[in-house]
Every structure is written in C-alpha cells, then in structure tokens.
C-alpha cells in the first residue's frame, strides 16, 4: 500500500518539474510578451497559477476527505493531472495554457491526503522515516521530470533523425514531455484504483461502556439487551477529545516555526523559479543561454544524490544531532548557492564567442574544433554548476524534511496533528503561488533597468538569499524541545 501512495506522490513533482525545463521557451514561442524581458514575468505567471488555485481549494480538499474518503479525492487530483497536462502539450495559446494550469491547481488536493494516510498507517516506531518519504519522492521525481522535459522537450529539433519529419512533433513541440507526464498520472490512477485500501474510519462518538456493582456477575450486552438494566449497567459517553482554539495553538514555538517555514519555503521557491530562468536567458541578459535539454540535464544530475541523502544520511543526521540542527544547517547551505550561482553568466559570457551554435545541448558532446582552453572553462562552468546545485539539494532536503517531522512534534495532541500539517501546507502553498511571480517580476524589472550589482541580474537571488538569512536568524529562536514528538495520546486512543 505504501507504493501505491508513493507512486501517486511522484506523479506531482514529475509533472511539475518537466513543466520547468521548458516554460520559458514555451511562453517565449507564445509570443504573448512584448519584449523579450517581459518573458520572464509570462512565465511566473503561468507557473504560479496552479499553486495559487490550489492555495483557494487544498483545505478544503483536506476536508472533504475527512466526509467522502481519501480514495475520490486522489482520483480528482490526478484526473485533473492528466487533464491539464494533455491541454498543455496541445495548445498553442498561452491563456489556455493558463487556464489549463489553473483547473490542475483547483482540483490539486492529493499532497495532503497523501500525507494524512502516511500518518494513518505508520506509528510511533516508524512515522519519522515514513514522513521522511513524502519528501523523498518529491526529490526523485524532480530528477524523473527534469531528465524527462529537458530530453524530450521539442523532439523534432533534438532528434531530427527520429521526429524531424512529423508535422504533429513541429506544431505542438512540447507535447512529447506532456504525454510522458500523463503516462506517470494514468500509471498511479490504476494503482490507486486496484491496489489502494481507504484508510478513514469513521468512529462513533457515543459508544456502550458497561459497569457492574459486581464484577463477577458483570455480563456484557447483546444486540437484544437494554443499556441499562436495574440501574447496574448504565451506558457512558466517550466524548471526542477537546480541539484547541486557534490562539491557543499558536504558541511562540509554533508562530516561529510557521514563520521560519513560510519564509524559507518562498527562498526555495524563488531559487527554484529563478534556475531554469537563468539559464535559459542569454549571457548578454545575465544568464547562461541553455537549451531546454542542458537545463534539465543540469536538473537531474544535480539531484542524483538524493536517494542516499534522504534515505541513508539524514535519518543518521538527525538521530545525532536532531531535526532543528538539520533544518538550521540546510538554510546556511542554502546560502552559498544563492551567492554563487549567478556570477556563473560571468564565465558563460567568455565562453560565448568561442562556441557556436547551440553551445550547451549536452555535457559529453564537445565538437572537435574546440581549443584547450575552451574546453577547460566549459568543463569548469559545468563543474560548478553541478556542484553548486548539488548543493542546494542537499540544501533543500534537510530544510524540507525537518520542517515536516518539526510540524508534527510540535502538535500538542493528535488531534491536532491535521492543524498543523494543514496549516504547513498551506504556507508551502502560498509561498509556492507567490514565489514565481515574484521570481518573474524581479527579473523583468532588474533586465530593464541597468543598475549595478545586486539590482541587476543578481536581484533575485538576493532576496532569495535574504530571505533565508532572516529566517535562520528566526530558526535560532525555537527551542530544541521541538527535536521530540510531543503530542499526546487522545482519550479515545487510550480507551480504544
């Protein structure tokens, strides 16, 4: 069952993430922006339009699996997927393309529900390391969707010996890496359908607790047996356990906790929307001027190590050290790629008159007439680059991965377990929505206008990096109670 939820899981960031590799130049080919510097906020537009829906509707999702199942809901979500997505590689419209990415987010609940069943079939002994999948497999299908849309993004010109000839490949270029990401959602739908179990239980409120004056005559009740008979037996009521007010929840641990969550999920999210930016720009606007198919090479090897560092290290990691030593070093990592990374156009721009042509298409694909010494500064453009978003990923999954097990040691009961993982989501959500369009909007602006460092090229990353400084310096202030699980037993848990 456990790979039926992780298969339904890697459908998202699959999706997601081929997006990515080819959303500029899918909006550049729309034609949509006056300027080649208004291409940049087209896109973040266009990408943060599914989170933003999904911001409006993912509680209530939550909700409403509560009432009907978690099964319907995830068949919405990835019946939306597999909507979306086949629209996305058919039209040539950029507002239909918008309003594609849209209906996906309103219908986009299934994170949440993937999480509630995670939490409802694991328990104490094993719910860190299974909380620590959900992550996980967000990670290994940002590898899956990068290889996949930076090498199949537009076949026809990547493979002209395969797909050059076919009209359909030339009208709608990226429909290849669209169709994949259906296959991944239609491949979950069946396993959801055939393998999955529902795993909410309605429990009654009210429930038969029989006492007698006299243990040894004590009999228990049949279907035909009153309640309460002679004034022995008298039928208790189990009342659910007493949920928390709003204000009593939000204790100072909690507030920083959401407030360091919200602000160094809108850093990853910029950093995330700012990459395949930058690398698509030409050098001579700041950017490294990759294809489609380097930046999501680049993409998927820079992510290669997740599976030991997620599944080897970081329990080891945070076992020693704990959760919030995990979740403070993965900002200051964070940190250095936000620095570097941009200053890498500096050595692209001197690479620019010595290769022609489409300059980055594959790593191992040097043509012949290249120099030493050109050679060398490519070698080393690629070499840190990789290494710098390795980095990040590294970065990034210790920051993602404490603040999930941080949000659940920090609920006071069980019952407010779905709280404080809703509340979570919601900031991952809304930090989601906004960190496109700010990433699109910064860039825009600081291409226009010719302001030196940090307001040129460099901007984003700035506030991407400040962002991740001052929520460090609020990480500082949550105590280490928060490395241990503090919810406490439920009265129904204790008598069930």
Not at 203 to 216: E, F, G, L, Y
Not at 305 to 313: H, S
Not at 423 to 438: D, F, K, N, S, Y
């Given at each position: 069952?456990?790979?039926?939820?992780?298969?339904?899981?890697?459908?998202?960031?699959?999706?997601?993430?081929?997006?990515?590799?080819?959303?500029?130049?899918?909006?550049?080919?729309?034609?949509?922006?006056?300027?080649?510097?208004?291409?940049?906020?087209y896109?973040?537009?266009?990408?943060?339009?599914?989170?933003?829906?999904?911001?409006?509707?993912?509680?209530?999702?939550?909700?409403?699996?509560?009432?009907?199942?978690?099964?319907?809901?995830?068949?919405?979500?990835?019946?939306?997927?597999?909507?979306?997505?086949?629209?996305?590689?058919?039209t040539?419209?950029?507002?239909?393309?918008?309003?594609?990415?849209?209906?996906?987010?309103?219908?986009?609940?299934?994170?949440?529900?993937?999480?509630?069943?995670?939490?409802?079939?694991s328990?104490?002994?094993?719910?860190?390391?299974?909380?620590?999948?959900?992550?996980?497999?967000?990670?290994?299908?940002?590898?899956?969707?990068?290889?996949?849309?930076?090498?199949?993004?537009?076949p026809?010109?990547?493979?002209?010996?395969?797909?050059?000839?076919?009209?359909?490949?030339?009208?709608?270029?990226?429909?290849l890496?669209?169709?994949?990401?259906?296959?991944?959602?239609?491949?979950?739908?069946?396993?959801?359908?055939f393998?999955?179990?529902?795993?909410?239980?309605?429990?009654?409120?009210?429930?038969?607790?029989?006492?007698?004056?006299?243990?040894?005559?004590?009999?228990?009740?049949?279907?035909?047996?009153?309640?309460?008979?002679?004034?022995?037996?008298?039928?208790?009521?189990?009342q659910?356990?007493?949920?928390?007010?709003?204000?009593?929840?939000?204790?100072?641990?909690?507030?920083?906790?959401?407030?360091?969550?919200?602000?160094?999920?809108?850093?990853?999210?910029?950093?995330?929307?700012?990459?395949?930016?930058?690398?698509?720009?030409?050098?001579?606007?700041?950017?490294?001027?990759?294809?489609?198919?380097?930046?999501?090479?680049?993409?998927?090897?820079?992510?290669?190590?997740?599976?030991?560092?997620?599944?080897?290290?970081?329990?080891?990691?945070?076992?020693?050290?704990?959760?919030?030593?995990?979740?403070?070093?993965?900002?200051?990592?964070?940190?250095?790629?936000?620095?570097?990374?941009?200053?890498?156009?500096?050595?692209?721009?001197?690479?620019?008159?010595?290769?022609?042509?489409?300059?980055?298409?594959?790593?191992?694909?040097?043509?012949?007439?290249?120099?030493?010494?050109t050679?060398?500064?490519?070698?080393?453009?690629?070499?840190?680059?990789?290494?710098?978003?390795?980095?990040?990923?590294?970065a990034?999954?210790?920051?993602?991965?404490?603040?999930?097990?941080?949000?659940?040691?920090?609920?006071?009961?069980?019952?407010?377990?779905?709280?404080?993982?809703?509340?979570?989501?919601?900031?991952m959500?809304?930090?989601?929505?906004?960190?496109?369009?700010?990433?699109?909007?910064?860039?825009?602006?600081?291409?226009?206008?010719?302001?030196?460092?940090?307001?040129?090229?460099?901007?984003?990353?700035t506030?991407?990096?400040?962002?991740?400084?001052?929520?460090?310096y609020?990480?500082?202030?949550?105590?280490?109670?928060?490395?241990?699980?503090?919810?406490?037993?439920?009265?129904?848990?204790?008598?069930?």
């Amino acid at each position: 069952m456990l790979l039926v939820i992780m298969s339904i899981r890697l459908s998202e960031p699959v999706n997601v993430t081929l997006f990515l590799t080819f959303a500029y130049k899918m909006v550049e080919r729309y034609g949509v922006a006056n300027n080649p510097q208004d291409v940049a906020f087209y896109t973040g537009l266009l990408l943060t339009s599914g989170t933003f829906c999904q911001a409006l509707t993912i509680m209530h999702w939550g909700r409403l699996s509560d009432r009907i199942g978690r099964r319907p809901i995830l068949y919405i979500g990835l019946t939306g997927t597999i909507i979306s997505n086949l629209v996305l590689g058919l039209t040539d419209s950029y507002w239909v393309a918008l309003a594609a990415c849209s209906f996906n987010g309103f219908l986009s609940g299934n994170v949440v529900v993937v999480k509630t069943i995670v939490a409802e079939i694991s328990d104490d002994s094993n719910r860190p390391r299974m909380m620590a999948l959900v992550p996980f497999m967000w990670n290994v299908g940002s590898i899956a969707g990068a290889a996949v849309g930076g090498l199949s993004a537009d076949p026809a010109h990547q493979y002209p010996g395969l797909f050059g000839d076919i009209v359909f490949f030339q009208k709608h270029p990226y429909f290849l890496p669209c169709a994949i990401g259906c296959m991944v959602s239609i491949f979950a739908f069946i396993m959801a359908v055939f393998k999955l179990k529902e795993t909410r239980v309605l429990k009654d409120i009210r429930k038969p607790v029989i006492s007698t004056a006299n243990s040894s005559s004590a009999t228990l009740a049949n279907e035909g047996s009153p309640l309460l008979a002679n004034g022995d037996q008298e039928a208790q009521t189990v009342q659910q356990p007493r949920h928390r007010t709003m204000m009593e929840l939000m204790t100072p641990t909690v507030v920083r906790v959401m407030a360091t969550n919200f602000l160094i999920c809108l850093a990853m999210s910029m950093g995330d929307h700012a990459y395949p930016m930058f690398a698509a720009v030409s050098t001579g606007e700041g950017g490294l001027g990759f294809t489609s198919r380097s930046i999501g090479v680049s993409l998927a090897i820079s992510t290669m190590a997740v599976i030991y560092m997620q599944l080897v290290v970081y329990p080891r990691i945070a076992s020693k050290y704990g959760v919030l030593f995990c979740y403070q070093r993965g900002q200051i990592f964070m940190t250095i790629p936000f620095i570097c990374i941009p200053f890498l156009s500096i050595l692209s721009a001197r690479l620019e008159n010595a290769i022609a042509g489409p300059r980055f298409a594959a790593i191992l694909q040097l043509p012949d007439e290249w120099n030493r010494s050109t050679i060398v500064a490519y070698t080393a453009l690629w070499t840190l680059l990789l290494l710098l978003l390795l980095l990040l990923t590294v970065a990034k999954i210790l920051v993602s991965t404490s603040i999930n097990l941080i949000t659940v040691n920090i609920a006071p009961s069980r019952s407010e377990l779905g709280f404080m993982n809703g509340a979570q989501q919601m900031g991952m959500t809304v930090t989601r929505t906004i960190g496109p369009v700010l990433t699109g909007y910064i860039w825009s602006w600081s291409s226009k206008h010719a302001l030196p460092f940090p307001f040129n090229s460099h901007f984003v990353w700035t506030v991407a990096l400040v962002l991740t400084v001052v929520s460090y310096y609020a990480s500082s202030k949550i105590p280490q109670s928060v490395n241990k699980f503090a919810a406490k037993e439920d009265d129904n848990d204790s008598e069930d």
